[in-house]
């Protein structure tokens, strides 16, 4: 049998206080923390801002994913973005500084931002997944449990591309 920390999140097994319904949502935020920690623990800032090929850079992704944890979270609890969060989404396309650290700082943001998430999982009620809940300043459609999914979802996804991001810069520098 596999030792447990090799085993995905997922197969684990269930996480504690968190309600049989949103563990998927928990399991992927973890294995998306896991990933990117281990990923980036020796990722250089100086390549935090490349673009290859104009894809969307290393440090634009770990500004989103903490970003858009955040706000769609904000709207799963049907509240509205404050201002700090509309100024963080502003900045989230603005190149980095490249200072020693910054690339710790941001993965240690995400991994707080996991952390909350997983605080509003445990105390969100199955009952309330399917309440109505609006995105944005339109208000778009949605409910608790489309917003927790798609924040899983969109984690992952950004996630992916990270990965490749991070591997294709770092291979630039440094051809195997």
């Known amino acids: 049998m596999s030792h447990p920390q090799t085993l995905e999140v997922w197969l684990r097994g269930p996480l504690p ?4 319904l949103l563990q998927p949502i928990a399991h992927a935020l973890l294995q998306a923390r896991e990933e990117l920690t281990a990923a980036l623990q020796d990722f250089p800032a100086e390549l935090l801002n490349e673009r290859p090929s104009g894809v969307a850079s290393v440090g634009f992704h770990l500004q989103h994913l903490a970003g858009v944890l955040n706000r769609l979270l904000t709207y799963a609890r049907g509240e509205a973005l404050n201002a700090e969060q509309l100024a963080a989404l502003a900045a989230e396309n603005l190149p980095l500084p490249i200072e020693s650290g910054t690339v710790d700082q941001l993965v240690q943001r995400f991994s707080e931002k996991v952390n909350s998430a997983l605080v509003q999982l445990r105390t969100t009620a199955e009952t309330s997944l399917t309440e109505p809940r609006g995105v944005g300043r339109a208000q778009l459609p949605s409910t608790v ?11 992952t996804r950004h996630l992916g591309q990270l990965l490749v991001t991070a591997r294709v810069v770092q291979g630039l520098v440094s051809p195997a």
Do not use: R
């Open 17 to 20: 206080d968190v309600p049989p």
């Open 145 to 155: 449990i489309g917003l927790l999914v798609h924040a899983a979802e969109h984690t």
